[in-house]
């Protein structure tokens, strides 16, 4: 279950009231919206067929995975569709890889990613096992389809930029920095993420505005 409209803005607010840096952006730009993904094997596969393409080419590509492996593209019959067949729906050798990582782990029930462990590190660390599924992948997943409200993905490029505009930061933040600076924002690091997306994705729509 992704964070609830209600959940953001009432981390939000906490966060307001501690950081000054908040409640003038939240002022600013607003409350951003929930964002929602399915929980389950079909959500990280999405992941892997969409990464570095655009959203139409993803659809596309799924499509085809479907016509030729079976509706729902079921973990058993990914991972035993030759590699060959899988590149016919349009994914590179390296994703079809990927895919069948994955699909294999869940076939196997080496992950069970309805019961992933508490422990949002724990849990991480069984999802980066998965060829294709690095820790950025894993923090986006326990976020948004999980509703972990501390998840805290300081490698995004958005986020770093956000945290530095929201701080006054002369220059974007590293990884690390950016990890450090949200601390005190536990343990509403997984709010404070998505509101960073949203005002991102708010100055980029105010740059672009007629003048």
């Known amino acids: 279950m992704s964070l609830s409209a209600k959940q953001i803005s009432d981390s939000l607010n906490t966060l ?3 950081e000054p840096a908040f409640a ?8 951003p919206p929930p964002r929602i993904r399915e929980r389950g094997y079909q959500t990280l596969l999405r992941t892997i067929v969409g990464q570095q393409v655009s959203v139409a080419a993803a659809n ?3 499509a085809k995975l479907e016509s030729l492996v079976g509706a729902g593209l079921a973990p058993e019959a990914v991972a035993v569709a030759p590699d060959e067949l899988l590149r016919q729906a349009g994914l590179s050798r390296q994703k079809a890889s990927y895919a069948k990582s994955l699909a294999e782990h ?3 029930g080496d992950i069970d990613l309805d019961n992933l462990p508490a422990d949002d590190e724990e849990a991480i660390a069984q999802m980066t096992a998965i060829r294709g599924i690095g820790r950025w992948s894993a923090e986006i997943y326990l976020l948004f389809a999980e509703g972990r409200g501390d998840v805290w993905p300081a490698g995004d490029l958005a ?13 974007r933040p590293s990884e690390r920095e950016t990890r450090r600076l949200a601390q005190p924002w536990s343990p509403h690091r997984g709010a404070a993420a998505i509101f960073t997306w949203h005002s991102y994705s708010a100055r980029l729509a105010a740059a672009k505005a007629p003048i």
Do not use: C, F
């Open 60 to 62: 596309s590509i799924w």
């Open 106 to 108: 869940v076939a196997s």
């Open 16 to 18: 307001a009231k501690n």
């Open 159 to 171: 986020v770093q930029i956000e945290v530095g505009k929201l701080l006054g930061l002369p220059e």
């Open 24 to 31: 003038r952006a939240i002022e600013t730009v607003g409350y």
